[in-house]
């Protein structure tokens, strides 16, 4: 049973930068697909970017693109999220996730598609 844990998250004024960390325990990423998702006030959980851990390939949702990094440390099995250019919009929880299967890319975007869950961290941009 793998087990995720988010940190990183705060308070940072637009047009700055957090990076969110997710450790993963009780299994090691192998296969997995990993995502970072988030889910603002009043809004559906929305993926924001997801990576195949097998062949490292990354995908992101379009508001972020240029502006989010997922990256992983395969030593430390932990993903990252390196958020810049923060905007006001982005204020969301955000949760890391893991699928055990590789995803196509068509069944990255939907939560039920993934089986492990953290508990999220709050980034809450603004001035």
């Known amino acids: 049973q793998v087990q995720l844990e988010e940190s990183g998250g705060g308070l940072v004024q637009p047009g700055g930068s957090l990076r969110l960390s997710c450790a993963a325990s009780?299994?090691?990423?192998?296969?997995?697909?990993v995502a970072w998702f988030r889910q603002r006030v009043g809004k559906e959980r929305e993926v924001v970017a997801a990576?195949?851990?097998?062949?490292?390939?990354?995908h992101y949702f379009d508001s972020v693109k240029g502006r989010f990094t997922i990256s992983r440390d395969r030593s430390k099995n932990m993903v990252y999220l390196q958020m810049n250019s923060l905007k006001p919009e982005d204020t969301a929880v955000y949760y890391c996730?893991?699928?055990?299967?590789?995803?196509?890319?068509?069944?990255?975007?939907?939560?039920?598609?993934?089986?492990?869950w953290g508990q999220g961290t709050q980034v809450t941009v603004s001035s």
């Open positions: 996730a893991a699928s055990v299967s590789r995803l196509i890319v068509s069944r990255l975007w939907d939560a039920e598609n993934y089986d492990y």
């Open positions: 009780g299994g090691t990423f192998n296969r997995h697909t």
């Open positions: 990576l195949r851990w097998g062949e490292g390939s990354t």
